[in-house]
């Protein structure tokens, strides 16, 4: 009876020696439905857990290097190609702001992974207050002018007085995101459209845009750090894929949901709920 219950025991601190060495791929093996069975599942799962974390640590870790790579790539090769000294001042300019411009694109990576970072450190919004939706939606449009009129998109609004109780910074992040995105992949006189009401115990605030769409298959993945739909034709309208991570984990400490869809005759609608306040 010792046996059966010391050997079990002996396989499962052999099994966790091995974790602690950095091994998450193992399962342990058992048929026993009593107290050590429970213990095996337990660990197995633990086991399972511990090694999709590390899975997912090498991605970020490989993804960022190479987002950070390609940029730093183009700008040795082109200071290089500065060295010249017969050169004309246009190509000079030119190479000049391509420099320029990656410069910029390694800066915004490095301030939305800070940003990332610190969101998955707080639990809670940062600091919550209670404001109005609907005005906060209509700065961000604002804001966002030059983006939206250099391309001729015309913007409806549809914005019902709703008042919540959030962390302002954080979710005037999450709309210049999400606005920034359907301006970025909605062509030269496109339509947006931005709405909020308040659906039951939500505030709810959709962005419909008639742009390029989704497909079906990657409208969850596109909130996953790094993913980008089609890397060459987003590389081209500079991004990093970090944008809608940050909105996805604004909008969890929020307690609140975010879900893309099609908009029926193409282009995508981000949908955001948020609970309203309870009395
Ligand atoms: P990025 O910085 O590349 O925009 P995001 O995380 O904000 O990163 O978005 C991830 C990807 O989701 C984008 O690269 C794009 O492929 C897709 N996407 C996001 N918003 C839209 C939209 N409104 N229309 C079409 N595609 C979109």
């Known amino acids: 009876a010792a046996r059966s219950i010391v050997k079990p025991l002996l396989r499962l601190r052999d099994a966790a020696g091995q974790m602690a060495q950095g091994h998450f791929d193992m399962q ?6 009593d107290e050590i069975g429970q213990l095996n599942t337990s660990f197995n799962e633990m086991a399972q857990e511990l090694a999709k974390l590390d899975r997912m640590r090498r991605e970020f870790v490989a993804n960022v290097s190479h987002e950070i790579q390609s940029p730093l790539t183009s700008i040795s090769g082109f200071a290089k190609a500065l060295k010249q000294k017969r050169m004309s001042e246009e190509s000079r300019m030119h190479y000049l702001t391509i420099i320029e411009e990656e410069s910029e694109r390694l800066s915004r990576i490095s301030q ?13 919004p940062a600091q919550p207050a209670a404001f109005r939706l609907d005005e906060q939606l209509r700065k961000v449009v604002i804001a966002l002018e030059p983006q939206w009129s250099g391309k001729e998109i015309a ?12 962390d302002e910074d954080q979710l005037s992040q999450v709309w210049t995101n999400l606005l920034g995105n359907s301006i970025k992949f909605t062509p030269v006189h496109g339509r947006i459209c931005i709405r909020v009401y308040a659906g039951g115990r939500s505030a709810v605030v959709r962005i419909t845009d008639n742009g390029i769409g989704i497909p079906e298959d990657q409208r969850t993945d596109i909130f996953k750090p790094f993913h980008k739909v089609d890397k060459a034709r987003d590389r081209a309208v500079s991004g990093n894929g970090l944008g809608l991570s940050i909105v996805k984990l604004i909008v969890e400490l929020h307690e609140g949901e975010i879900r893309a869809d099609e908009e029926p005759g193409g282009g995508s609608v981000f949908t955001v709920k948020l609970p309203l306040r309870k009395g």
Not at 28 to 33: H, I, M, P
Request: hydrophobic fraction near 35%; proline fraction near 3%; avoid cysteine.
């Open 155 to 166: 913007v409806e609004l549809d914005l019902e007085p709703v008042t919540v109780h959030a």
């Open 112 to 124: 939305n992974l800070l940003r990332l970072s610190s969101l998955q450190h707080d639990r809670h």
């Open 28 to 33: 342990l093996r058992t048929n026993r439905k």
